[in-house]
């Protein structure tokens, strides 16, 4: 029978292409480890068997060393969500490593977080000196695409919060003092978490106001100015030197 120790044909380990499989889920590992923090383990596989059916455990070989030595009945197998493609069930288990923070967590055996493309092992601390890892990898996240967003909204979509859940959050705010900034190009002042998220990049500089009009159902752009007040002057010096009557024109700003 396959096992994390006796792996099988590659028919049976279809775990990280996903060409040949027919199920895709994660999973999280509970290991009995004695006076070792570590008792978790979460993880993604691809399989031709259904996932309750399939022995298959993990690929960590910290995990595989220690059932070795210890025997793989010391692990049990929980199988958390099964999805209709590996790239799903891959987003998931990305999902969850950010959540658990798997690397830091030292309830974890996991050594690196899940990405799209390889696995980032930022926050890994060395276990004889204590000092983070150098030229690790930064996880970026992962666009996803329509379909996946659509699906997320769905599930969240009707959802109410708890008026325990709301009272936690204000409690969480009350007495918080947030931190204000000044845009150095137009001055505005503000909540500087909001500017640096939706002004400081898109700022163009102070705000302008359009001089324009309409003359005999034509609309004549004069030009931006500081103010509302300059603008309404270059309005009347446009009109008294062509001539134009109040009663012929309709000021716009």
Avoid at 85 to 98: G, P
Wanted: charged letters at 30%.
């Amino acid at each position: 029978m396959p096992s994390i120790l006796n792996p099988g044909s590659a028919t049976d380990n279809a775990s990280f292409t996903g060409a040949a499989a027919k199920y895709h889920y994660t999973y999280m590992l509970n290991i009995d480890s004695g006076e070792d923090p570590r008792k978790k383990y979460i993880g993604v596989r691809s399989s031709v068997k259904r996932p309750e059916d399939d022995s298959y455990l993990c690929s960590s070989k910290h995990v595989i060393n220690f059932l070795k030595e210890n025997g793989e009945d010391k692990a049990s197998k929980m199988v958390l969500a099964v999805w209709d493609s590996r790239e799903e069930a891959v987003e998931h288990e990305m999902f969850l490593h950010d959540v658990f923070d798997v690397v830091k967590n030292p309830e974890f055996w996991n050594k690196s977080k899940q990405k799209s493309k390889g696995f980032d092992t930022t926050g890994l601390m060395a276990w004889n000196h204590g000092k983070k890892l150098e030229g690790v990898s930064k996880n970026k996240g992962v666009p996803k695409s329509e379909a996946q967003k659509e699906k997320q909204r769905q599930a969240l979509l009707g959802r109410k919060m708890s008026e325990e859940s709301k009272r936690k959050m204000v409690a969480a705010h009350v007495g918080r003092v947030r931190k204000t900034a000044e845009c150095p190009t137009c001055k505005l002042k503000g909540d500087m978490t909001l500017l640096k998220r939706w002004h400081f990049d898109k700022c163009v500089g102070p705000r302008q106001v359009r001089a324009r009009m309409v003359v005999d159902g034509v609309r004549v752009h004069i030009g931006r100015y500081p103010s509302k007040e300059l603008a309404e002057q270059a309005v009347i010096q446009y009109c008294n030197e062509r001539g134009i009557a109040v009663s012929n024109r309709r000021r716009k700003h």
